[in-house]
C-alpha cells in the first residue's frame, strides 16, 4: 500500500503551495485527529461546513439508513426520491411562500451557476452586478461575477456582461437599471473579509430591483445554517432575494448545494429547451438523508443563542494592542489584525498548539473564526485564549 503522504504530494492535484498537510484519522464533535496522534480543535468548521461539529450521531444514523436503501437512481427531476422530497418540504417550511422550489446541487459554485442561468433565462436579460470583493465560487459562471481581478485575470474572456459595483455605496445602485438580469450578493461577504452588508442599504437594494424587474440573488453559501445566528442571514435583514443559493452546512458534512425559488420563476428550466439544466448528481438521495437530520437537527434546539453566544465571547476576549477589529455577526466572524506577518504568525502559533484557524481568500491580515456552532464555553475561550497569547507574543 502507498503511503497517503507520498501519493498526496504526488498524484492529488496541488492548488497550494504550502498545503496544511494534516493526516486525517478521524474527526468527531469539534475536534479533528490526526494519524500520528495529534488532535485539533476545528475552529473554521472545514470553512463554515460543520456546523454541528464533525460526524453528527443524527446525520451518521440517516445516512446509514439510506444506504441500505438506496444510493444513485438516476439523473435529477425524473424519480421521486423520499431524501430530496422531504428535505425540500423541510428547507421550504422554514421560507418565505416566494422561495417554495428547490434545485439541488452538489457544491456551492454549482448553485451560483444555476441561479444565473435561471435569472437570464426567466428575465430575458443577460446583463449581471456583482460586488467587488466578492467571491462565488471557481467555475466560470461564478468566477465571473466574482469580484477580485487577481482570480480572474488569469481566466479571461469570462461572461462579458457583468460589473462590479462596491458594496455598501448607495451612489451606484443607479447601475441596477432594466438591462439587468440580476444583481449577485452575498449578504455578508464571507472571502472578501467578512463584511457585513448595511441593513438600509441593502433594503435599497431590494427595492431599485423591484422597480428595475432585475432580481437579487443572495449567495448564502457561507451565511446559511445559523451561521450569522439567523438560519438565513436575509432574515436578519428582512429582506427576501428572488434566488436563494446554499451549500455548505447544508449537508452535515455532505456535498450539497442548492438554489431556491419560485415555482414561476423555475418554469423556465423545463422549456425551450426542455431539459436544459439537468444534473446527474445533483441532490444525491445520500446527501439530502444528510441534509434532512441536519436541518432537523438545527431546528430542534437554540442554534441562533448559540451563535449569537459565540460572537458575544469574541467580541468581549479578543481585545488589546495588535486588534484591529472583530468583525461580524454569530459565529461569521473575522478578527482583523495589524498586518500580514502578525496574522501569518499568530495563525502558525495556534496551529502549533492545535487550534485550526486560516485567512478569508481575500484578505491576508484577517484571522478567520467561524467554529462549530456546538462548541462548549470552556473550549471556545481557551481557544481565544491561545489567540489573545499568541498576539501578544508577536505584536
Ligand atoms: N459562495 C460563497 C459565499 C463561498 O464562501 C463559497 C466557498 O467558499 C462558494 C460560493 C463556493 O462554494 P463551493 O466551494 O462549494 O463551490
Not at 101 to 110: A, D, H, M, P
Not at 168 to 179: A, C, F, R
Request: hydrophobic share 40%; with cysteine.
Amino acid at each position: 500500500m502507498a503511503d497517503p503522504k507520498t501519493s498526496f504530494y504526488r498524484h492529488i492535484a496541488q492548488t497550494s503551495g504550502e498545503p496544511m498537510g494534516l493526516e486525517i484519522d478521524r474527526a468527531e464533535g469539534c475536534k479533528i485527529y490526526t494519524t500520528d496522534g495529534k488532535e485539533f480543535v476545528d475552529l473554521i468548521s472545514g470553512i463554515a461546513v460543520s456546523s454541528l461539529g464533525h460526524r453528527h450521531p443524527n446525520v451518521i444514523k440517516s445516512i446509514k439508513e439510506q444506504l441500505d436503501h438506496h444510493l444513485h437512481v438516476m439523473v435529477y427531476g425524473e424519480f421521486i426520491q423520499k431524501p430530496q422530497s422531504q428535505f425540500a418540504q423541510l428547507l421550504c417550511d422554514q421560507l418565505p411562500e416566494s422561495l417554495d422550489r428547490v434545485y439541488f446541487v452538489n457544491s456551492g459554485t454549482e448553485a451560483n451557476e444555476g441561479a444565473l442561468k435561471l435569472a437570464k433565462k426567466s428575465t430575458g436579460r443577460s446583463k449581471f452586478l456583482a460586488f467587488k470583493n466578492s467571491y462565488h465560487g471557481d467555475t466560470h459562471g461564478s468566477l465571473s461575477v466574482t469580484g477580485r481581478d487577481v482570480y480572474r485575470d488569469p481566466y479571461l474572456p469570462l461572461l462579458p456582461d457583468v460589473e462590479f459595483l462596491d458594496f455598501n455605496h448607495v451612489e451606484q445602485l443607479y447601475k441596477i437599471d432594466t438591462n439587468v438580469a440580476a444583481v449577485i450578493m452575498e449578504p455578508i461577504q464571507g472571502e472578501g473579509g467578512i463584511i457585513p452588508a448595511n441593513p438600509a442599504w441593502l433594503k435599497m437594494v431590494r427595492e431599485i430591483c423591484d422597480e428595475m424587474g432585475a432580481l437579487l440573488i443572495f449567495d448564502e453559501i457561507q451565511t446559511g445554517f445559523y451561521r450569522t445566528g439567523d438560519l438565513f442571514a436575509f432574515q436578519h435583514y428582512d429582506v427576501v432575494p428572488d434566488i436563494l443559493c446554499l451549500a455548505k452546512a447544508m449537508g452535515g458534512g455532505m456535498p450539497m448545494g442548492a438554489f431556491v425559488s419560485s415555482s414561476d420563476r423555475f418554469e423556465a428550466f423545463k422549456h425551450d429547451p426542455p431539459l436544459n439544466h439537468v444534473t446527474t448528481f445533483g441532490g444525491h438521495p445520500v446527501s439530502c438523508a444528510a441534509a434532512h437530520a441536519n436541518l432537523q437537527t438545527l431546528l430542534s434546539d437554540d442554534f441562533s443563542a448559540k451563535a449569537k453566544k459565540i460572537e458575544e465571547i469574541a467580541f468581549e476576549m479578543l481585545q488589546g494592542d495588535g486588534i484591529e477589529e472583530v468583525r461580524g455577526r454569530g459565529a461569521m466572524l473575522g478578527l482583523q489584525l495589524r498586518d500580514a506577518e502578525l496574522t501569518q504568525k499568530v495563525v502558525e502559533y495556534c496551529f502549533d498548539r492545535g487550534i485550526i484557524l486560516g485567512w478569508t481568500l481575500h484578505s491576508n491580515s484577517l484571522v478567520r473564526i467561524a467554529p462549530p456552532l456546538i462548541i462548549e464555553e470552556q473550549m471556545l475561550r481557551d481557544c481565544f485564549g491561545v489567540i489573545t497569547e499568541a498576539i501578544k507574543e508577536f505584536v
